[in-house]
């Protein structure tokens, strides 16, 4: 089969168009006329008939036609132009703030205009504010044949520039016209050009309605191919990785055993089946590449103990990276204890280790006598070398960018082969996203919590009572129970958050002065965090003031309240993180979201949906429908999923099918790669991930 594609012409080709229109157009993302027929509409005015001013509708835009009654300038509290506009059915008035004195006699009584506006309701009844308008002359056509479309612009382009220059791409495209790659099963009744053509110009009984909201078929059927190619990138990028060889590494059943007979509990039945899915995926020869999801609190270190074991086992390195010195340090705890029966013991390389001790661990990496290290960001750096590394666990992955974790497993040997891959979250993904961002990960999840765990009740409070919840710290610390008080910052500047949790901590000394306060922030040097952090687990701090640097692992079980100022600041799935740290114990635990009033409608309800649930997938689809899905991957994943015209809020229905017809497409790999071009073009930096 032959296909030809869209016609690849460059920008200049069209009338209009010089280098410096095209250096706009490239501001756009627009480098091709192909670019520029997918610029889609970010909406249409109808200006394809005239509406009686009697059945105006309000909030709506319309053009009408009439005789000028009156023209006036008033004072009021700012000077304006009214004009009194009448049709045989009604009239309107026109206003405007902003004209000349040749306008306002040209707006004569008796003249005749034809304007294009909004409708509101103001003091005389029905106005229109700034409508364009011009006289009617007679030979003028009367309106427009299409609805109009407004191209998303700021600056530089107007839109009579936008719809010239798509009208000549849209013609260009009917002569070289490109094979439908969609099969005409799934096309929604539209070929691309239909599709392309109708919406850049719709029929004036085109259904606006639809339209708007990104759901007319011929929006489907472009949004239905952009999320078919989208697959297949993923599934080609996932059988890039997978024909590297890894090292197979099969589980050890004595060291298990051994394993399981040094835990103080017992794991549960989801710890059980991950664990089992994991080290099914180690026994192959090919990389594992796994993302383990499971709620704050439900075990996922052990999960990770488990597969490191199994590596160790066979001869081979492991690397956990943990996003800060905190976890780094609490996981070599975690890990000494469970491991040390098998006489393993972990190393942790943060950034705080130098000279001498840095250098003689990254020797003993590099030769292999170190058979697992627990580090920061530190493990990136370039003279840090294994002698083989045959697994590579990242925990909190959303900490981390992709290409972080991917520096980590190149740093394997050719010898060894490419480290196996497991990677962490607590934040768990939305289904709808992790089919578009994760489709090259398998994913496991746990989906239990250890048994006796109680639910965290979480109330909302207005900063204006401080003084109360300062009393309620007092209370539950004097029934040996011990408090986290977290200060927020937009801020990501150190510094300031520093700042603030220090002036904080010194309010609460003050008003709390029998009890031991103790404060942890970034800025701290490392020896002192630690210092703070054992104190706290010790029992001999009552309260700790921190930042958000106990945001991910910290674990300590006695604590049972969390006061967290400013959290309409955080986003949900932060929220959600940071109250993981209470409810950890057999007792009752207590957040407190101590809120700046006045809240908005949407802080509100995020913050409702804190008190509601305490079930992580149910607050990520929450913070999802809130804040989108850039905010809620952050910024340093989205730019792995950005669409030019799906859009996962509006078309999350169609990623079923999507990658339903992506899978019978792979039997045809001409066209599957036309497909991964047209939509994902240059970003060939897939390949690479
Ligand atoms: P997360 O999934 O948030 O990383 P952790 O691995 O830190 O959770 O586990 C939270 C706490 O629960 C730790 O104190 C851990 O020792 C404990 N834990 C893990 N698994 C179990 C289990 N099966 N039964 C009881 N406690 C468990
Ligand atoms: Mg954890």
């Known amino acids: 089969m032959s296909t030809t594609v869209l016609p690849q012409l460059e920008l200049k080709s069209l009338r209009g168009v010089g280098p410096k229109l095209a250096e706009k157009l490239s501001d756009y993302g627009v480098r091709s006329v192909e670019d520029l027929l997918f610029h889609l509409p970010l909406r249409y005015q109808d200006r394809t008939r005239i509406t009686p001013i009697a059945a105006l509708q309000m909030n709506s835009e319309a053009v009408i036609e009439g005789e000028i009654r009156a023209a006036d300038i008033v004072f009021g509290r700012r000077r304006s132009l009214v004009a009194r506009l009448q049709d045989g059915s009604g009239t309107i008035t026109l206003r405007f703030f902003h004209f000349s004195a040749a306008q306002k006699n040209k707006l004569s009584p008796g003249s005749r205009i034809r304007c294009f506006g909004s409708v509101r309701r103001g003091s005389s009844g029905l106005e229109m504010f700034h409508p364009e308008y011009s006289h009617c002359e007679s030979a003028e056509p009367v309106v427009e044949e299409r609805l109009t479309a407004i191209y998303p612009s700021t600056t530089g382009i107007s839109q009579k520039q936008w719809r010239s220059l798509c009208a000549q791409a849209l013609t260009l495209l009917a002569r070289n016209a490109p094979t439908d790659l969609l099969p005409a099963q799934y096309n929604y009744g539209f070929s691309l050009i239909e599709a392309l053509d109708y919406l850049h110009k719709p029929p004036p009984d085109a259904a606006l309605g639809l339209l708007q909201e990104g759901r007319h078929p011929a929006q489907l059927r472009l949004a239905m191919e952009e999320l078919v190619a989208h697959h297949l990138a993923l599934l080609r990028l996932r059988s890039q990785q997978q024909s590297v060889e890894s090292p197979a590494l099969p589980q050890c059943p004595e060291s298990h055993q051994a394993l399981l007979k040094a835990l103080p509990f017992q794991p549960t039945a989801a710890q059980q089946r991950v664990i089992a899915e994991i080290s099914q995926d180690m026994a192959q020869s090919k990389p594992m590449l796994r993302l383990l999801q499971g709620d704050v609190g439900s075990g996922k270190t052990l999960v990770a103990a488990s597969a490191a074991l199994q590596a160790i086992s066979n001869g081979y390195q492991v690397a956990v990276m ?52 627990i580090g920061t960001h530190a493990l990136f750096q370039s003279d840090v070398q294994f002698n ?73 409070i207005d900063a204006a009572r401080r003084q109360q919840v300062i009393e309620r710290i007092a209370s539950a610390c004097a029934s040996g129970r011990q408090a986290y008080w977290v200060c927020t910052l937009v801020e990501e500047s150190d510094v300031l958050q520093a700042q603030a949790a220090e002036s904080t901590a010194a309010e609460l000394r003050e008003a709390l002065p029998h009890l031991g306060i103790g404060l942890i922030h970034g800025r701290l040097p490392s020896k002192e965090k630690e210092a703070v952090m054992q104190a706290f687990k010790s029992g001999q701090l009552a309260l700790l003031v921190a930042t958000t640097v106990i945001e991910v692992g910290v674990d300590v079980p006695n604590a049972s309240l969390m006061i967290i100022e400013n959290p309409e600041r955080l986003g949900l799935a932060q929220l959600h993180q940071l109250r993981g740290r209470v409810g950890r114990g057999d007792t009752a635990s207590h957040c407190v979201l101590l809120y700046q009033s006045p809240l908005s409608a949407n802080g509100r309800e995020r913050l409702s949906a804190m008190r509601e649930s305490n079930d992580g997938f149910y607050i990520a689809e929450k913070d999802l429908a809130l804040r989108g899905p850039g905010e809620v991957l952050g910024t ?37 790669l036309h497909l991964i071009r047209r939509w994902t073009g240059e970003k060939q930096r897939f390949a690479n991930v």
């Not at 290409?403 to 979250?425: D, F, N, Y």
Request: glycine share 6%.
């Open 388 to 460: 083989k590394l045959g697994l590579v666990v990242v925990d909190e992955q959303h900490r981390f960018g992709v290409h972080q974790r991917l520096s980590l497993t190149e740093k394997a040997t050719a010898r060894s082969g490419r480290p196996h891959q497991l990677v962490m979250t607590a934040t768990p993904i939305p289904r709808t996203l992790s089919m578009v961002a994760y489709a090259d990960l398998d994913c496991s999840i746990i989906d239990q919590l250890p048994p006796g765990r109680q639910a965290v009740s979480t109330a909302l």
């Open 322 to 373: 943990a996003p800060t010195e905190i976890l780094a340090e609490q996981h070599r705890q975690n890990f000494s204890s469970w491991l040390a029966p098998l006489a393993i013991s972990p190393a942790v390389l943060t950034g705080r280790l130098k000279g001498k001790s840095r250098e003689a661990l990254l020797q003993q990496l590099a030769s292999g006598d170190i058979q697992l290290v």
């Open 636 to 672: 340093r994943q989205t730019g792995d999923i950005s669409f030019r015209i799906a859009n996962l809020e509006l078309h999350a229905d169609l990623l079923e099918q999507a990658q339903t017809i992506g899978n019978t497409l792979r039997q045809q790999p001409e066209l599957e």
